[in-house]
């Protein structure tokens, strides 16, 4: 079992920074693969971007691309999205994934969510 928590959401003026912060807890090694996704209202959630849990194999959605960046924590068990020139666009609730490899196959864990509104 893994437990998700999403935190940092708010409200920023466009071109400014933000910073998610994503904590698990829970059945996680070096090969977890931690994602973050982001739901707009009235429009499918999609992925911004993911990271292994070890800090490597970093990927990004082409809109944030060279504006967001996910990276691995110093404190225990975060994952973090930095979210700097931020568009109205990327508002959105922005939900944390982390997907753990079993005997079985993968199995995803969600957070709740946290909000991410952008004003022009």
């Known amino acids: 079992q893994v437990q998700v928590t999403e935190s940092g959401g708010g409200l920023v003026q466009a071109g400014g920074s933000l910073r998610l912060s994503c904590v698990a807890s829970?059945?996680?090694?070096?090969?977890?693969?931690v994602g973050w996704f982001r739901q707009a209202p009235g429009k499918e959630r999609t992925f911004v971007a993911a990271i292994f849990w070890n800090g490597g194999g970093a990927k990004y959605a082409d809109s944030v691309k060279d504006r967001f960046t996910i990276s691995r924590g110093n404190a225990k068990n975060t994952v973090y999205l930095q979210m700097n020139n931020v568009k109205p666009e990327d508002t959105a609730v922005y939900y944390c994934q982390i997907r753990v490899a079993t005997l079985s196959g993968a199995r995803d864990y969600w957070g709740q969510g946290t909000q991410v509104t952008v004003s022009s």
């Open positions: 829970g059945m996680i090694s070096s090969s977890t693969r």
